[in-house]
């Protein structure tokens, strides 16, 4: 894999700067387009032997001339929190959709070989009943959903129009290291993890039996890489098959919590059919949730 260039955008945040991390040690030649606006963010990270550029990625006369002589485009940049989203819904769909437009655009004109978009279980909403496999209908409850899955519905015109090859993974609760925790809407690994290092009660939204599938990012980092790879297209579920309800997360973590209203536009249950990742691109996760969070803890000691 010498020699090989790669687009990574949102490559300073969290998923992105992961797999920065492991292209570079895979000895490609790394670019990374970052406007670095996500407020969510407690840090932005580099890797000294990337490329940095801080554009934002629906600003195509200033991206395009970083796609050329490109070999593979790994799509990360959202807007990426549902709650958000529903705060300004015109914002989530100009990064979501006219960005991923703009990213697959440069990627079409440059001969790119392949491009990975990074997009959401929460395209299933509440109509599918998990597990969820990738053959479902769309039933979008939120600006950040419909925004993401216009995204996926892009790279499949991409692909059937232009013949740019794109594959699409709906990714479950990712977590692990660089995970968010500012703010109220940080993901919940990671938010439970600093309100109990605060001395604080952990902030459980509605009854906390709401299940997720939580899935570790040096995980979704594999997948990217063995998509690169692969001859496959089309939509993959990214997710570990096994779900936990919030109060199961909660109690691996701290006995001091409290309740808070539930908040509109998120499905009850996440849970996936990773079947289509294992046997066609042979991916399988490697991390447990109760692993994690048991290493975090004893580190806190």
Known sequence: MKNLKSVVTGGAGFIGSNLVDRLIDLGHNVIVIDNESSTANDQFYYNQQAEYHCIDIADYDRIRPLFDGVDYVFHLAAESRIQPAILNPLLAVRTNALGTATVLQCAREASVKKVMYSSTSSGYGLTNTPPLEETMPDDCLNPYSVSKVAGEKLCKMYSDLFGLRTLVFRYFNVYGPREPSKGPYAPVVKLFLRQHAAGEALTIVGDGLQRRDFTHVNDVV????????????????????????????????????????????????????????????????????????????????
Not at 224 to 247: E, P, R, W, Y
Not at 281 to 291: N, V
């Open 222 to 301: 594999d997948a990217n890489l063995l998509a690169m790879t692969s001859d496959q297209t089309g939509l993959f579920n990214i997710g570990t098959g096994k779900n936990h309800s919030v109060i199961e997360l909660a109690n691996m973590i701290s006995e001091n919590i409290t309740y808070i209203p539930t908040r509109p536009g998120e499905a009850r249950i996440t849970l996936a059919n990773n079947s289509k990742s294992q046997t066609l691109l042979g991916w399988k996760s490697k991390h447990t949730l109760e692993e994690y969070v048991a290493d975090q803890m004893k580190a806190m000691q």
